[in-house]
């Protein structure tokens, strides 16, 4: 069964860290871009982060440059999202998708993702 499970949200203070994960299983993720995009209530899902496949190339909103690290470890089969400096508009639930495409286009939703997760609340709140 194709699955993308992410977790590592929760609740925490302004100015803290969280470290998401997006574990895949039933395929590798070697050869997807893989993308972190988040939606807060009422709003639009958006990208935040995404890396490519061949040279790990990063993009990243630019709401969350300099505070954000995407990675990922091919050996486990799971992308993280390093979230520092968090900050209340941060609040969302978080995605993970995967896509074929350049990463750049997946940060965009210029091209259609393949796979989704079920998502993780983050909650920056004091």
């Known amino acids: 069964q194709v699955q993308l499970v992410e977790s590592g949200g929760g609740l925490v203070k302004p100015g803290g860290s969280l470290r998401l994960s997006c574990a895949a299983s039933g395929f590798a993720l070697d050869y997807y871009s893989i993308g972190w995009f988040r939606q807060a209530p009422g709003k639009e899902r958006e990208g935040v982060s995404c890396i490519g496949v061949s040279d790990g190339t990063t993009y990243y909103a630019d709401s969350v440059k300099g505070r954000f690290t995407i990675s990922r470890d091919n050996s486990k089969n799971t992308v993280y999202l390093q979230m520092n400096s968090l900050k209340p508009e941060d609040t969302a639930v978080y995605y993970c998708?995967?896509?074929?495409?350049?990463?750049?286009?997946?940060?965009?939703?210029?091209?259609?993702?393949?796979?989704w997760g079920q998502g993780t609340q983050v909650t920056v709140s004091s």
């Open positions: 998708a995967t896509s074929h495409g350049d990463p750049l286009l997946l940060l965009r939703l210029w091209v259609s993702p393949i796979n």
